[in-house]
């Protein structure tokens, strides 16, 4: 059994060299699918020699077709072997270099089968990690999964099952390997990719443009709220001996220039009760008014309420 590593990538030399660092201590095989980065990360691959280098030439964002274009390339190796989903700012805890925490991973599971390890995010810095009664904590994902050969990803355009849904029926939880999580690590750089992602998302929805504009807040603003926060110290053990963290700088995140393309598109006057205007746009002034103002500082209580909310009063909502 071969261990591969798949991910996708697009302009991620922040921390990429870090990561397939990382990830070279554990891993046979390392995929990345590059879409279009124009930094340094196709030099930053060729670093690797575990690396095999895709170009994902595809303009628009669509998990299922890049999620299957890793699945079909791991597929090149023989074999029914464990194959690892993981972002470029997610690394496995270093236990998982001992052999038999390994072995223990992989006891009793069949092929088809899914693993599931908790996803620790690390918050604004290497050395803390969120750890109170946030969405951010004690929470598990499926990362990895024995390959049958066969089974592929439905298709969809975003938040999907980070392992074929199929895998899911046989999946099993893992205690003492996590995934490190370091997205929250550069804070300004993930507030900008969340402003994206609700523009990106801005365009799908079909509700009135007030009501999917709350949809989308309520929906991503648990990624910036530290209401009840409370942070633990990232175990030793956790990184040893991976090498330290050393962000590297780059000029401006390409979310950015991404954001201000949507927002040309769809209107500054049409995104007044979106949640993209805790950044100063160069180009577009901020013209909320003061109901709007209110509203967006004071997210936390929509949140609160959302949790109360039952499903199917929700369900409604995103209906209209």
Same mark, same amino acid.
């Not at 956790?238 to 954001?259: G, M, N, R």
């Not at 109360?308 to 209209?320: A, F």
């Given at each position: 059994?071969?261990?591969?590593?798949?991910?996708?990538?697009?302009?991620?030399?922040?921390?990429?060299?870090?990561?397939?660092?990382?990830?070279?201590?554990?891993?046979?095989?390392?995929?990345?699918?590059?879409?279009?980065?124009?930094?340094?990360?196709?030099?930053?691959?060729?670093?690797?020699?575990?690396?095999?280098?895709?170009?994902?030439?595809?303009?628009?964002?669509?998990?299922?077709?890049?999620?299957?274009?890793?699945?079909?390339? +791991?597929?090149?190796?023989?074999?029914?072997? $464990?194959?690892?989903? *993981? =972002?470029?700012? /997610? #690394?496995?805890? +270093?236990?998982?270099?001992?052999?038999?925490? $390994?072995?223990?991973? *992989? =006891?009793?599971? /069949? #092929?088809?089968? +899914?693993?599931?390890?908790?996803?620790?995010?690390?918050?604004?810095?290497?050395?803390?990690?969120?750890?109170?009664?946030?969405?951010?904590?004690?929470?598990?994902?499926?990362?990895?999964?024995?390959?049958?050969?066969?089974?592929?990803?439905?298709?969809?355009?975003?938040?999907?099952?980070?392992?074929?849904?199929?895998?899911?029926?046989?999946?099993?939880?893992?205690?003492?390997?996590?995934?490190?999580?370091?997205?929250?690590?550069?804070?300004?750089?993930?507030?900008?990719?969340?402003?994206?992602?609700?523009?990106?998302?801005?365009?799908?929805?079909?509700?009135?443009?007030?009501?999917?504009?709350?949809?989308?807040?309520?929906?991503?603003?648990?990624?910036?709220?530290?209401?009840?926060?409370?942070?633990?110290?990232?175990?030793?053990?956790?990184?040893?001996?991976?090498?330290?963290?050393?962000?590297?700088?780059?000029?401006?995140?390409?979310?950015?220039?991404?954001?201000?393309?949507?927002?040309?598109?769809?209107?500054?006057?049409?995104?007044?009760?979106?949640?993209?205007?805790?950044?100063?746009?160069?180009?577009?002034?901020?013209?909320?008014?003061?109901?709007?103002?209110?509203?967006?500082?004071?997210?936390?209580?929509?949140?609160?309420?959302?949790?109360?909310?039952?499903?199917?009063?929700?369900?409604?909502?995103?209906?209209?």
């Amino acid at each position: 059994m071969k261990k591969i590593l798949v991910i996708p990538v697009k302009n991620e030399e922040w921390i990429l060299e870090y990561t397939l660092t990382c990830a070279s201590l554990f891993f046979d095989h390392i995929i990345v699918a590059d879409q279009q980065s124009t930094d340094r990360t196709p030099e930053i691959c060729a670093l690797f020699p575990k690396v095999v280098y895709l170009e994902n030439n595809s303009s628009a964002y669509n998990e299922g077709q890049r999620r299957q274009l890793l699945l079909d390339a +791991a597929r090149n190796f023989e074999g029914y072997n $464990f194959i690892a989903n *993981l =972002a470029a700012d /997610e #690394i496995f805890t +270093a236990n998982i270099l001992d052999p038999a925490a $390994f072995d223990e991973v *992989l =006891a009793n599971a /069949e #092929i088809g089968s +899914a693993f599931s390890f908790q996803w620790v995010q690390l918050w604004k810095n290497t050395h803390s990690y969120r750890d109170d009664r946030s969405m951010w904590s004690n929470l598990y994902r499926p990362f990895a999964f024995i390959d049958d050969r066969k089974t592929n990803y439905l298709p969809g355009f975003a938040h999907l099952s980070i392992v074929p849904e199929a895998y899911m029926e046989n999946a099993k939880q893992i205690e003492n390997i996590k995934v490190l999580h370091y997205q929250f690590v550069d804070f300004p750089r993930m507030l900008m990719k969340q402003r994206w992602a609700r523009l990106l998302e801005f365009g799908k929805y079909t509700q009135p443009k007030v009501l999917k504009s709350m949809i989308l807040n309520n929906k991503y603003y648990p990624t910036k709220d530290e209401h009840a926060i409370q942070l633990a110290e990232v175990p030793k053990a956790w990184t040893l001996p991976y090498p330290d963290f050393i962000k590297i700088e780059t000029v401006q995140s390409w979310h950015a220039d991404a954001c201000e393309k949507f927002i040309t598109e769809y209107k500054p006057k049409n995104l007044r009760w979106l949640d993209i205007w805790d950044h100063d746009w160069d180009m577009f002034p901020d013209e909320r008014n003061v109901l709007q103002r209110i509203y967006h500082k004071h997210q936390y209580v929509i949140l609160i309420l959302n949790k109360i909310i039952p499903k199917w009063v929700k369900k409604i909502i995103k209906g209209i």
